[in-house]
């Protein structure tokens, strides 16, 4: 199990940040996760596992003027 924002999901072996993002499907842009409370950028997200247990924490794409 794996904690996304507060919620209980399922963990599966070889899952990364990009492939947790795909499964979410919200269609929110993210340029930070933080996982176990460290900054994952997104040109690391293809290539950063996601640990069993881990808590991860989704900081969406913001703009405006």
Do not use: N
């Amino acid at each position: 199990m794996l904690t996304v924002d507060g919620q209980a999901r399922c963990w599966q072996e070889g899952l990364t940040v990009a492939s947790l993002l795909a499964q979410l499907d919200d269609g929110h842009l993210y340029a930070v996760v933080k996982l176990d409370g460290k900054p994952v950028s997104r040109p690391h997200f293809k290539t950063t596992p996601v640990p069993d247990g881990a808590r991860v924490t989704l900081i969406p794409m913001i703009a405006g003027g």
